[in-house]
């Protein structure tokens, strides 16, 4: 064998030498973690109630992905918690499925809208789309402001507030009665007493608490005007509520 064919000889083994250490280097940082993976089945931990940003490195311990879903402010959830997730907890499944988690978000600044003359239907329908909540409803009669529409607001209007908060509104019967109607409000929540006064146009008066056993906490026990009664003008109704102190 002469010069040159062995040098040609030791090249071609170097050559193969070389892509077998590649083959071996592949087979074992790449093909072989693939092949050891795949198909690989876990039991998905529960991820409620923590902070999302703890959830996602526990999924990524277990090569699953994610995706966030943020969920409005909630008085009853802990922002940037974990509220849902689905898969549901400890369901058996494989690496490299997306899960999906739903974050409580945290309140966001909202400035106040005129709801001056607009129906008290169409302003919910705006606060539920805001996640603003309604306080009270105080209903009096407007000649100029049709019945159910809104005669003005509080807070009042540009008002910064933020998201969850509450809004009170003056609300419109419409043209005022010949005469006013008492309304029976005894054994009612003294929350919906108010709101039925208020409903029959006339005013609530001095509210006295007597502690009584037999009835649940602010629940009304006598008014001081019979139900049914007419009156010709919007008097004042007395409550007696009861109290468990």
Known sequence: MNLNKFKNL??????????????????????????????????????????YRIAQDKLD?????????????????????????????????????????TVADEKKDIIIKDFYNTSLRSTKLELQRNN????????????????????????????????????????SLGNPPNYYIIPNVINLNLVKAKEMISKAGLLLGNITYEHNINYLNNTVLEQNKPSGMRLSFPAKINLIVSTDK
Not at 134 to 153: G, R
């Open 10 to 51: 030791l090249s071609y083994l170097s050559i193969l030498s070389f892509i077998g250490i590649l083959g071996l280097i592949f087979l074992d940082l790449i093909a072989l973690p693939l092949i050891t993976n795949y198909n690989k089945t876990i039991y998905l931990p529960d991820l409620r109630n923590i902070d």
């Open 61 to 101: 311990s277990l090569d699953l992905s994610y995706k966030l879903i943020m969920h409005d402010f909630s008085e009853f959830y802990t922002p940037f918690t974990v509220i849902e997730m689905s898969p549901r907890p400890f369901t058996k499944l494989k690496t490299g499925r997306i899960i999906k988690l």
């Open 132 to 171: 603003l909540n309604i306080d009270t409803l105080i209903y009096e009669y407007n000649n100029l402001i049709k019945k159910d529409f809104i005669i003005s607001q509080y807070p009042r209007v540009g008002k910064l507030i933020k998201s969850g908060d509450k809004i009170t509104f003056i609300i």
